[in-house]
C-alpha cells in the first residue's frame, strides 16, 4: 500500500500527524500510547530474565552475553526472539497497542516478523553502528518497520536510537566491507553520502514509542550515564510483504498475521535492494556481533 492508501485508514492510537511525519521522515517517537500495565508487564518480565541471566556462562539462544558478564554483575546485549522467551512478550506484541500501531503504519493487515530486547550497559562504550534494517532481512516491500518500547527513561546521554530524517526515501546499502564479507554497517565510503549532521535523537521518557522503517539510516551512540538502557523491538510488516531469504532471527510466531488478515496477493516494490547472506548455512547472532565481527 502507498503511504496515501494507508493514511486513507481511519488512525487507531496515532494522529493523522504522528502518521504523515513517519512517512515524511522515516521514524517517529512518541510518548504516552501504551498503557502503563503494560509497560510495567514488560518492565517486570525482563527483570527476570535478567536475573536468570545469572546463572549463565555465555551466550545461547536466549542470551546474547557480553564479555564482562558475572553472576553478580549481569551483563545481558540482547534478550534474543523475544516473543519466545514467555507468553507476555508475545501478549505485548499481538494484543496491547503496539499492533494497532503497526497498522497505523503499514496498513489494516499486519504479519508480525521478529523481536528483541536490547539493553545499552554503561561504561560499555558499546555503539551500534549506521545501518539500515531491511538489508538484513529483505521483504518484497519496504513497508517493514521496527516498533520500539522505551522500558526506562532514555534522555540523550544514554545512547537512544538516532535517525538521519528522510534517509528511507534514499540509496540501500550494501552492508558489506571491500571484500564483500557481510558487516551489518554502512560502510564509511557511503556513510559520506548521508546528511549525518541532520541525525536526531529519539529520546523519551519510560514507555515511548519508537517507530523506524525499515530503510532508515539509524543507530545509537555509547551510554553516557551509569543506567542500563533497555528498549524491546518488535518488526511488523504489513500482509502482502513476503520475506525472500532466510530470516536471521526467526521466532515461533515470525508471519502471524496480528491485525485483519493475511494477503492473498504479494506486494513487490520494484526498488532493487542488496541480498544478505543465507542465515539459515552463515548463522546469525546480533547486529551487534555482527559489527563486531563476532560471527
Ligand atoms: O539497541 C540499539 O541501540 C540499536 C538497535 C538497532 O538499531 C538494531 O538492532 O537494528
Not at 521514524?27 to 549463565?56: C, M, Q, T
Not at 545461547?60 to 553472576?71: A, L, Q, V, Y
Not at 553502528?129 to 544514554?158: F, K
Amino acid at each position: 500500500m502507498t503511504p496515501e492508501a494507508i493514511l486513507a485508514h481511519p488512525p487507531r492510537v496515532l494522529s493523522q500527524a504522528q502518521r504523515a511525519r513517519y512517512f515524511a521522515r522515516g521514524f517517529l517517537a512518541a510518548e504516552g500510547l501504551i498503557p502503563d500495565e503494560w509497560l510495567a508487564l514488560l518492565r517486570a518480565r525482563s527483570a527476570e530474565f535478567i536475573d536468570k541471566s545469572r546463572g549463565v556462562a555465555g551466550s545461547n539462544e536466549e542470551f546474547d552475553i557480553g564479555p564482562e558478564h558475572r553472576p553478580d554483575h549481569p551483563y545481558v546485549r540482547r534478550l534474543r526472539a523475544l516473543v519466545d522467551r514467555h507468553p507476555d512478550f508475545w501478549r505485548i506484541c499481538s494484543e496491547s497497542p503496539l499492533a494497532d500501531i503497526a497498522a497505523d503504519l503499514v496498513g489494516p493487515d499486519v504479519k508480525f516478523h521478529s523481536s528483541k530486547l536490547n539493553y545499552k550497559y554503561p561504561g560499555s562504550g558499546e555503539i551500534v553502528d549506521w545501518h539500515q534494517d531491511i538489508p538484513a532481512w529483505p521483504h518484497t516491500n519496504y513497508s517493514p518497520v521496527t516498533l520500539g518500547i522505551y522500558l526506562e527513561d532514555v534522555p540523550v546521554e544514554q545512547g537512544p536510537l538516532t535517525c538521519i530524517p528522510g534517509s528511507h526515501q534514499g540509496p540501500i546499502f550494501v552492508h558489506r566491507d571491500d571484500k564483500g564479507a557481510w558487516t551489518g554497517a554502512i560502510s564509511k565510503t557511503d556513510q559520506a553520502e548521508i546528511a549525518m549532521g541532520a541525525a536526531e535523537d529519539l529520546t523519551g521518557v519510560a514507555g515511548t514509542v519508537i517507530a523506524i522503517n525499515c530503510r532508515t539510516v539509524h543507530g545509537s551512540r555509547a551510554n553516557a550515564t551509569n543506567r542500563v538502557r533497555p528498549v524491546a523491538l518488535f518488526v511488523y510488516s504489513s500482509a502482502d510483504a513476503f520475506t525472500w531469504m532466510p530470516i536471521p532471527t526467526p521466532t515461533r510466531y515470525t508471519g502471524e498475521i496480528v491485525r485483519g488478515a493475511p494477503a492473498t496477493v504479494a506486494h513487490l516494490d520494484p526498488t532493487p535492494c542488496p541480498v544478505p547472506p543465507d542465515w539459515s548455512k552463515q548463522g546469525y547472532g546480533s547486529i551487534f556481533t555482527a559489527q563486531n565481527a563476532e560471527l
